[in-house]
């Protein structure tokens, strides 16, 4: 009976158990304390909405049909109708001739304004609320619908090269780079105006008045339909402050053959008013998303 008794002391501390090895030991999961997501890069939210720009667009056939068919049937018929009744400087060039270079410029031109209506679109749907409302650059939010339609401009005005030569337009193989950039400067450019007004307008068909009261007589009165040498004094005057008439100009430079003057300004005066009306409808557009939208969505 006496060995069996333990100690009162005994029972009251249990033996202590072994601490574990520190060297062992598996690390618990930190525990989310709600701090914010890690900011996404600049490049990924640009190519993403670049991308989606670009899938979305080809994905209707009938805005890519109605893209290219337009222009081509305004060149065919202007063309036909005027044929050699309409006289340039240039010497015998006949009205196809002139019109090519307007024609792959209106082609631009209807692509910025049907890619821009995503805008108005994107709003109604509550995809651009997502897009204001994520921590994503304005500037990638910009680019990324600016670059997007632009791609889309260049390769559809690219598309009108080819024909070229059926008109006996022999275009250098190392001019392509040059009208690429062209094309590329001039569809950022107008690219960029449509957003500006497409961010500040809520309806389709206000965005189709607007358009059809800025970027077409801007088109019409860029040299693309009719040269300046016959126009009237204040047609001439608008045509020079107009970007659009540096644009083509600078178009046709490089369409004509090698020793040709072409009329109208320089080279460099095309290439240097180009790039800055490309620039300063990028930072309108980049303006435009710091404003309330109609629909309050900044």
Known sequence: M???????????????????????????????????????????????????????????????????????????????????????SAGSENYLQFFYPGTVVLVVLFTAIFSNMSIIEDRREGFLLSVLVAPVSRWALVLGKVTGATTIGVLQGLLFLPLAPLLGISV????????????????????????????????????????NIVLMPMWMLSGAVFPADGAAGWVKGVMSFNPLTYGISAYRHYLAPAGVQVPGPSIET?????????????????????????????
Request: net charge positive; glycine share 8%.
């Open 270 to 298: 095309c290439w240097a008013v180009t790039l800055v009306f490309g620039a300063l409808t990028l930072a309108a557009a980049y303006y435009q998303t710091g404003r309330s939208s109609p629909e309050g969505l900044t």
């Open 2 to 88: 006496r060995e069996t008794q333990q100690s009162p002391s005994r029972m009251a501390h249990p033996p202590s158990k072994a601490l574990p090895d520190p060297a062992t030991t598996v690390p618990l999961p930190a525990v989310s304390t709600g701090a914010p997501a890690t900011r996404p890069s600049f490049l990924l939210s640009m190519s993403t909405l670049w991308w989606r720009e670009i899938r979305s667009f080809y994905r209707q056939r009938s805005r890519v049909i109605g893209v290219l068919a337009t222009p081509l049937v305004f060149w065919l018929l202007l063309g036909s109708g005027f044929g050699t009744s309409l006289r340039t």
């Open 172 to 211: 250098s193989p190392e001019r392509i780079p040059a009208i690429l950039g062209v094309l590329l400067v001039l569809s950022l450019g107008l690219t960029g105006l449509g957003f500006f007004f497409a961010w500040w307008l809520n309806s389709v068909q206000g965005f189709h008045s607007v358009m």
